[in-house]
């Protein structure tokens, strides 16, 4: 229900009608970030991810939910869907349509940066994962290290947060050299 619901939020990007106060979805995030300028990976929300592999041309993706990763399947068993790094050909070979996902190009990097933006002040950290899951399923393999923002990343992140109207945020940036 969810993934359904973010779909259909996910819509006011296309349109530019919006109803009601809520936190700027995934899809607003990504159109927000490309017309500042910010580099964003090709990205695909359907609800059969085996098409979405014609449609991107990198050779690994990046399956996400379209909402939020804890779903309860049946009451009182909580569970999730978690970003996972497949290959276009793992993706071809998926079951049959389900719930809306995103899938992206995977983007390789050098560094993953979480950037804290409070009132106009800016913390970053760099994040160490083996697996895009690892903060839900494997807590113990993340590492966080405060950082100076680079300058890029800095100019970034105050301009998302002024183009959505944010006083308090928190943006993930991937680092290829000094590049955001």
């Not at 936190?23 to 090709?42: D, H, T, Y």
């Not at 349509?97 to 979480?114: F, M, S």
Request: aromatic share 6%; hydrophobic share 45%; glycine share 8%.
């Amino acid at each position: 229900r969810e993934s359904w619901a973010q779909a259909v939020a996910g819509m006011t990007v296309i349109s530019g009608a919006s109803i009601g106060a809520q936190r700027p979805g995934l899809l607003a995030q990504l159109n927000c970030a490309a017309r500042g300028g910010i580099a964003v990976p090709r990205t695909v929300v359907t609800t059969d991810p085996r098409h979405a592999a014609s449609l991107l041309t990198a050779p690994r993706l990046i399956v996400k939910a379209a909402g939020q990763h804890f779903v309860e399947a049946e009451p009182g068993r909580l569970s999730g869907v978690f970003p996972t790094v497949v290959t276009r050909s793992d993706l071809a070979a998926r079951a049959r349509p389900g719930p809306p996902v995103v899938v992206q190009e995977y983007v390789e990097h050098d560094a993953e940066l979480r950037v804290y933006h409070i009132d106009g002040v800016l913390e970053c950290f760099e994040v160490g994962k083996q697996a895009p899951a690892d903060p839900w399923l494997a807590p113990g393999r993340v590492t966080a290290r405060h950082r100076a923002t680079p300058a890029p990343v800095a100019s970034a992140a105050r301009y998302l947060a002024a183009a959505l109207s944010l006083r308090y945020a928190a943006f993930d940036f991937l680092l290829r050299g000094a590049t955001p």
